[in-house]
């Protein structure tokens, strides 16, 4: 593997071409790994996790940390049509009727929440997803809105921001968006050639996402977020320019540019997609590789695994000072605030502790209208689980770690010496070019940027060292 280099500056077409990956390298990189938006990863959630224990965990975020701020992260669950490649917790719904009893249920789960948390914390995060948080009519968006500065005390600057599906939006719901606080919004885009999009179910001119692109900016969003997805059916390369092209003539302010996960054994309408359609392994990194570099030439910057902004964004900012955090969210500027979940399979992060809400509807409606905190499973984190996981977010935000500052965060004397077991775990990446180990820390190559989360799983306790991760858990790295 010679070594590729993917910064603006110094990457070229030339450095890359799919042959530059052997099968043996792409097989030993490209394997199932979890995406690390916690740690340790919900499959390792216990079930044996009730409401007492989020009860408690509340009750010492309350003693421990009563000036901690909060974010608040509202599950919706509905669609009203099914995208075949779809990943997300949903429930297709192609009325309305379903939502009377889901935001009645949520005011409810508000209110036993901060019953347990206690008044007076500052809300400093809104984020909606789903599902698609705008199958809410215009109203009902700006009731569930009144509802959450009814329970919390949101701060008048709060980052708000909420996901959308272009299609059925109209510019009311982002009128009562943007007046209930919104500032950001988010588009699944996925891709704009009509032969994929007929094979994803998701067909959506482009017409369609410029329209609401311009609204938005009409009502006063400040930023405006485009969701692609690669590795979709009959995606190649030059079939993805077109796609390239038109993003960059509409100017989103960030991209989110995810791997297609496909679980077919977890999402079984996966199924609906032919396998011969798909790209393979390297035809994805091929296909990622091309991305990056129309982004970035575009006047982009990677942030991350996958996410793109401009370099004037908080994101940028954040990454520059070594203050980008990851959650369930993805990456974020703020890591310092609890994560309180609301509505079926939210999961949220307080305190010591991960935990998940039912992903049924009529568990999730069972425990909230007997009064009872609607839990599925979690986990309380250990002292070692919380160091991990602070490793794995700085690789994962910075692309480096120092062993000195990890110490002094970790209140460790020697990082490196209680890390040992990952670092051997990394020599192999690091003959591949994937990672440079130093004295004082490791840096991630450009090249190994792509499998960071591969690195990151040398730090993860809960992997049998040695072993790939269960096929069947996560998806692959790229
Ligand atoms: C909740 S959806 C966004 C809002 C709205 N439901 C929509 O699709 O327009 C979140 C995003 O997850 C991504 N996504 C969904 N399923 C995925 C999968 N199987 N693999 C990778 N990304 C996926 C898509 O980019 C999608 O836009
Ligand atoms: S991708 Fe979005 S719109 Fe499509 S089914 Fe999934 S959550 Fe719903």
Redesign the pocket.
């Known amino acids: 593997m010679h070594a590729i280099s993917l910064t603006p500056e110094s990457f070229t077409p030339e450095s890359f071409t799919p042959e530059s990956f052997t099968p043996e390298w792409v097989q030993r990189y490209n394997r199932p790994t979890p995406r690390y938006t916690s740690y340790p990863t919900a499959p390792h959630f216990s079930d044996a996790f009730g409401p007492e224990d989020y009860a408690a965990a509340l009750g010492r975020a309350r003693e421990a940390m009563p000036g901690r701020d909060l974010s608040v992260y509202v599950h919706v669950p509905f669609?009203r049509r099914l995208?075949w490649?779809?990943?997300?917790h949903?429930v297709i719904s192609r009325s309305g009727h379903v939502l009377p009893r889901y935001l009645a249920a949520l005011d409810r789960e508000m209110g036993l929440v901060a019953g347990h948390l206690g008044s007076g914390r500052r809300v400093r995060q809104v984020h909606w997803?789903?599902?698609?948080?705008?199958?809410l009519a215009p109203e009902q968006i700006t009731a569930l809105a009144d509802g959450i500065r009814r329970h919390f005390v949101l701060d008048a600057g709060a980052d708000m921001s909420l996901?959308?599906?272009?299609?059925g939006l109209t510019r009311a719901h982002l009128e009562a968006a943007r007046a209930a606080g919104f500032r950001r919004i988010?588009?699944?885009?996925?891709d704009f050639d009509p032969r994929v999009q007929e094979a994803i179910n998701?067909v959506?001119p482009v017409e369609l996402v410029a329209r609401v692109t311009a609204w938005a900016r009409e009502v006063g969003f400040e930023g405006v977020n485009y969701?692609?997805?690669y590795?979709l059916p009959y995606q190649t390369p030059a079939s993805y320019e077109r796609t390239l092209d038109l993003v960059q003539e509409l100017g989103p302010d960030r991209l989110?540019v995810?791997?297609?996960?496909?679980?077919p054994w977890l999402?079984p309408h996966?199924r609906l997609i032919a396998d011969e359609a798909l790209p393979d392994g390297a035809a994805k990194l091929a296909l990622f590789l091309r991305i990056i570099e129309r982004l970035t030439a575009a006047g982009y910057r990677h942030v991350g695994m996958d996410h793109f902004a401009r370099p004037e964004d908080p994101l940028c900012q954040a990454q520059d000072a070594g203050r980008l955090h990851r959650n369930f969210q993805g990456y974020d500027v703020h890591g310092d605030l609890d994560v309180l979940a609301f509505g079926a399979s939210g999961i949220g992060q307080v305190h010591d502790v991960y935990v998940q809400n039912r992903k049924d509807l009529p568990g999730y409606y069972e425990a909230i209208e007997a009064g009872r905190l609607p839990v599925q499973r979690g986990i309380r984190l250990t002292e070692d689980d919380q160091r991990r996981r602070h490793a794995i977010v700085r690789l994962m935000c910075d692309f480096r770690l120092d062993w000195a500052r990890l110490g002094a965060d970790l209140g460790l004397d020697d990082a490196r010496a209680y890390f040992a077991e990952a670092v051997a775990r990394l020599e192999v990446p690091a003959r591949d070019g994937l990672v440079e180990l130093r004295e004082d820390g490791l840096v991630v190559t450009d090249v190994g940027r792509l499998f960071v989360r591969t690195l990151a799983a040398a730090f993860d306790a809960y992997l049998t060292p040695g072993a790939a991760p269960p096929q069947r858990m996560y998806?692959k790295a790229v």
């Open positions: 669609c995208c490649y779809c990943g997300c949903t997803g789903g599902g698609t948080p705008t199958y996901e959308a599906d272009p299609r988010s588009f699944g885009v996925q998701r959506q969701d692609l997805v590795g989110s995810f791997s297609y996960a496909h679980v999402k996966q998806s």
